[in-house]
């Protein structure tokens, strides 16, 4: 998504983020003692917007790889019983400026913003996954950290470009999606770098892609139930 997001990676390998895929999570209401809670997929990219190219994919770009990884989060929050609610389902465009104001003007207010990347860097050799919080947001921060927690029970191994320097694993960005969601617990995950031969096989691998997309799905789930 270059010219959607500007940020700086504190990989030096890295460039700016290619790609971006929002999901919104709304607060939890109580029915009959089971929990209900409503989520939208904010869906980057899309219609117009293919996003960066896949390297060896004809006819595939990064809105395709948000759509997946959207489906299959949904389908593994679905059957938490969480509720989801798209703002696409096919290939359609929605606004960048657009994306925090639908979730900023929901009711309830949502309890959780996540955007979901697939990153590109010049470099090849540029790998791994990022998360990203807006600046001085403690209750983004605990939703990155348990993502990241649920990705390396998942994926043992996975290589994770982490800032700790202020604590905890996530990056802090003025991204346009968590500047416009404030009072919402927000997080940018990058999911990995498309440009790089082994991350994008890994991204394009339908048994990696249910194991990542089920570990967002629980670290998700951790932070709204408190875990």
Avoid: W
Avoid at 89 to 113: I, T
Avoid at 203 to 218: C, E, F, V, W
């Amino acid at each position: 998504c270059r010219g959607q997001i500007d940020g700086v990676h504190a990989d030096p390998a890295a460039d700016d983020p290619a790609d971006v895929r929002e999901m919104v999570h709304e607060r939890p209401v109580y029915r009959a003692e089971v929990r209900v809670v409503d989520c939208a997929d904010l869906l980057g990219h899309g219609g117009r917007d293919p996003g960066a190219h896949i390297p060896g994919q004809k006819d595939m770009n990064e809105k395709d790889i948000n759509l997946s990884y959207g489906q299959i989060i949904g389908a593994k929050l679905s059957g938490m019983g969480y509720d989801l609610m798209y703002t696409r389902v096919g290939d359609e465009y929605v606004k960048l400026s657009e994306r925090g104001k639908m979730a900023q003007n929901h009711r309830p207010l949502p309890s959780v913003f996540l955007s979901i990347h697939g990153n590109s860097a010049v470099r090849k050799d540029a790998r791994g996954i990022e998360i990203y919080t807006y600046f001085g947001q403690d209750a983004g921060d605990r939703l990155a950290s348990k993502i990241i927690e649920a990705i390396q029970r998942a994926l043992p191994g996975t290589k994770i470009n982490a800032d700790y320097t202020d604590g905890d694993v996530d990056k802090e960005r003025d991204f346009a999606v968590l500047r416009d969601t404030p009072g919402i617990p927000s997080a940018l995950i990058e999911l990995g770098f498309l440009s790089n031969d082994e991350d994008r096989a890994n991204l394009l691998n339908a048994g990696y892609r249910d194991r990542l997309a089920g570990a967002i799905a629980d670290g998700i789930n951790n932070f709204v139930g408190g875990a």
